[in-house]
């Protein structure tokens, strides 16, 4: 299948997880993405989530601080549709790789900025990484955790959906650059995607509703976990109060409040009169194992899921079903892993099966063969060095 992006050609300069999460959407719709690292490599290395962010990139070692390493840069960007980097601007615009600068050099690059905090405003140039800028700046370390307690900020969250967001922009650049022939700046922040996936309570606050909340006391109370007798949870999810609560109570052996005029219409399980609702779904699906309720639930239409846990998300037939997950084999060592897919198929396929990361420097001497740099300049620079291979 012809991938969406061949023959797009991307510089990344990214490291730690949003940048290259989002050089690696570009790499899996087929860009050619060539990344740029240090010659020691960058933190992205580090962690177990390298051939998931970085899966058939090509991988060029530089030292930016070097004349030499700028100008091969500036080779590679003047032959280039995207320059992508997560560095933080100060840094860039150090570098000599701001966007005007490069603007001149090539009008039709798309430059694209991902950084943690946004290119203004008091702390643009402070360190931002997921943890601080998407769950404890953006609201939902605190207020997506049961009253009184924190959310264990699962990492990464907020980089994969960034990254996704920007390869999105960038995407929407090309297209417009198709049209019109100019590049142009896209530019997002892990804080900026923290805020627009929380807008379900940043709009409710404005409503009245109050934050944090506890199980105890819901928005809704048909929108809520319940424990189980076997200490299994289920979360239940319903808008369709006329339609749902009378079987509800049927099925929790509470055929005495259908028809009672204290429950008659949907705002009787919301805001101020959800706990009374909660205590008693509490006490009826406390009788029902976990299986019971969801084939309960699942009779009369209602939404009803069992809580999953990470572990068991790698083997659900759902899931598989689908190839959301995949097996892969690490190249490295021939283990065998399960690996989160891209969660977009064009005609029904996936894009692309998982590829490997590239080695530290692994492309170095094509890539600069390719640019045109004969065989004693590439010496001078391994030598010098400018680069290295691996």
Request: charged share 25%; net charge negative; glycine share 8%.
């Amino acid at each position: 299948m012809l991938k969406p992006l061949e023959g797009v050609k991307v510089v990344e300069l990214t490291l730690a997880g949003a940048g290259p999460a989002a050089g690696g959407t570009l790499s899996v719709f087929g860009a050619d993405s060539i990344w740029v690292e240090p010659l020691e490599g960058n933190s992205t290395r580090t962690i177990n989530e390298l051939h998931f962010y970085c899966q058939g990139k090509r991988s060029i070692t530089l030292n930016l601080k070097s004349p030499e390493g700028l100008d091969v840069m500036y080779r590679m960007i003047k032959e280039s549709d995207v320059f992508l980097t997560n560095y933080r601007q100060r840094s860039v615009d150090k570098l000599g790789l701001g966007y005007e600068k490069l603007r001149e050099m090539n009008p039709r690059l798309i430059y694209a900025s991902l950084t943690g905090w946004g290119l203004e405003g008091p702390i643009a140039d402070a360190p931002g990484f997921d943890t601080v800028c998407f769950w404890a700046r953006g609201g939902m370390l605190r207020d997506f955790a049961e009253m009184g307690t924190l959310v264990v900020p699962p990492v990464a969250v907020g980089d994969a959906g960034v990254g996704q967001a920007v390869a999105g922009g960038i995407c929407a650049a090309l297209y417009r650059r198709s049209i019109s022939g100019e590049g142009c700046w896209v530019d997002s922040s892990i804080l900026a995607q923290a805020v627009y996936l929380n807008h379900d309570a940043l709009i409710e606050l404005q409503h009245g509703e109050k934050y944090p909340k506890s199980r105890k006391s819901p928005r809704r109370a048909l929108l809520n976990t319940y424990k189980c007798k076997d200490d299994k949870w289920i979360v239940i999810s319903s808008t369709y109060f006329d339609r749902h609560f009378s079987k509800l109570m049927e099925i929790l052996g509470r055929k005495d409040l259908v028809g009672d005029p204290r429950w008659n219409c949907i705002e009787d399980t919301m805001f101020e009169n959800a706990p009374p609702v909660v205590e008693i779904l509490d006490e009826g699906f406390a009788k029902l194992t976990q299986n019971e309720a969801v084939e309960a639930l699942n009779a009369i239409d209602m939404a009803v899921e069992r809580v999953a846990s990470s572990e068991d998300v790698l083997t659900d037939p759902q899931i598989l079903a689908n190839n959301y997950v995949i097996p892969w084999t690490k190249p490295a060592d021939g283990k065998k892993y399960t690996m989160p897919a891209y969660p977009v198929h064009f005609n029904g396929k996936d894009v692309d099966p998982i590829k490997p990361a590239p080695g530290l420097g692994e492309h170095s001497v094509s890539i600069l063969q390719s640019l045109g740099y004969s065989e004693a300049e590439i010496k001078n620079m391994l030598d010098k060095k400018v680069t290295s291979k691996s």
